[in-house]
């Protein structure tokens, strides 16, 4: 079965600064891998998704992941962080083949300081 | 806006009680997911349906029950209601109930077990 890991309960940045959120998965294969959003009183919102391919994957809103098999990883990044993406994030993995159901990290809440 | 649509927003009840939680899927989407998001579990599947059918079972208690209807809506029953139950319940839904589809979250129905 597989499971993902997001070591880091909260996150404190300063806006403008550049943001990195990790995230490790535990999973026999490549997964499908994901980052989603939720905003305060909101529904989860799908940021970027890795199926195959280039490993570096961009999403909305100036968000970026990079899929690292060596290390299991997919880290979400962004360079210059709003005081809008304060929100909760989550790294979520799915299982290749048969029917999908993700397994979700415990998120990571962001912080953003004017 | 996701375009799936959840109600209430809002539900108080007594332990013991029975509610239903109602999703409206997006227009076109088959499969409908249920979810609960609690302080001490995370984000925990519930249930999927597709197109009327049960396709996967996550951590849903026997007290709890799901169904889809011909018109895709679907509805969570969660009867005996214990504390413990408080929590957001999301539903979602997508256009598959294969692997890599992208799924899209309602805002969810916060549930208050007094």
């Known amino acids: 079965a597989q499971s993902v890991t997001q070591p880091d309960i909260h996150i404190t940045v300063s806006e403008g600064a550049s943001l990195e959120l990790r995230c490790n998965y535990s999973?026999?294969?490549?997964?499908?891998l994901f980052w989603y959003v939720q905003s305060p009183g909101q529904g989860l919102q799908l940021l970027l998704k890795?199926?195959?391919?280039?490993?570096l994957v961009q999403g909305i809103k100036g968000f970026e992941a990079e899929f690292k098999r060596s290390q299991s990883s997919f880290n979400l990044r962004k360079p210059s962080v709003h005081w809008s993406d304060a929100a909760e994030y989550f790294c979520?993995?799915?299982?290749?083949?048969?029917?999908?159901?993700?397994?979700f990290g415990r998120g990571t809440s962001l912080i953003v300081h004017p | 806006d996701s375009g799936v649509t959840q109600t209430p927003k809002h539900l108080i009840t007594a332990t013991g009680q029975r509610v239903t939680l109602r999703c409206s899927p997006r227009?076109?989407?088959?499969?409908v997911y249920w979810y609960q998001q609690s302080l001490d579990q995370g984000l925990q599947f519930l249930i999927q349906?597709?197109?009327?059918?049960?396709?996967a079972k996550g951590n849903i208690l026997e007290r709890f029950s799901a169904q889809q209807f011909p018109d895709l809506h679907s509805e969570l029953n969660l009867s005996s209601l214990e504390l413990g139950d408080s929590a957001l319940y999301f539903c979602?839904?997508?256009?598959?109930?294969?692997?890599?589809?992208?799924?899209?979250f309602g805002p969810g129905t916060r549930l208050t077990v007094t």
């Open positions: 999973y026999g294969a490549t997964p499908y």
């Open positions: 890795y199926f195959s391919g280039d490993t």
């Open positions: 227009s076109g989407d088959l499969s």
């Open positions: 979520a993995v799915g299982a290749r083949g048969g029917s999908y159901i993700p397994t």
């Open positions: 349906y597709y197109n009327g059918e049960e396709r």
């Open positions: 979602a839904s997508s256009n598959s109930g294969e692997v890599g589809y992208e799924q899209y």
